[in-house]
């Protein structure tokens, strides 16, 4: 599970900032990361609140923001949101396509 190992860096960061810039108490944390990360939330907020107490973190929420992933189709020259399960444009239905990322779309 590594999730545990990803808390335990997490809260490195923490330590960090707040002794660099002598913060007492950490409220939150909000965290991006892509959808095909493989970062089970649930197992990270566990991780998370085990590892934090007795830290300035201790009972800080975590907020997450899953980035989608973005695809670019050859056939009609576009990146998109789109399913990673379906390999198929969402625009045009072409199958010529790949993942680029996860994040927003460089469109409009």
């Known amino acids: 599970m590594h999730e545990f190992t ?12 707040t002794r660099k810039d002598d913060i007492a108490r950490v409220n939150s944390i909000r965290l991006s990361f892509g959808r095909l990360s493989s970062v089970e939330p649930s197992a ?14 201790e009972g800080a929420s975590l907020e997450f923001e899953i980035l989608p992933v973005i695809i670019y189709c050859a056939s009609c020259d576009k990146e998109e949101k789109g399913d990673p399960y379906k390999l198929v ?12 990322g996860n994040g927003e779309t460089s469109n409009p």
């Open 6 to 17: 990803l808390a335990q860096c997490l809260l490195e960061i923490v330590d960090e900032y």
């Open 44 to 57: 990270l907020r566990f991780a998370f609140e085990f590892q934090a107490k007795g830290t300035k973190a």
């Open 89 to 100: 444009c969402p625009v045009c239905g072409g199958s010529q396509v790949v993942l680029t």
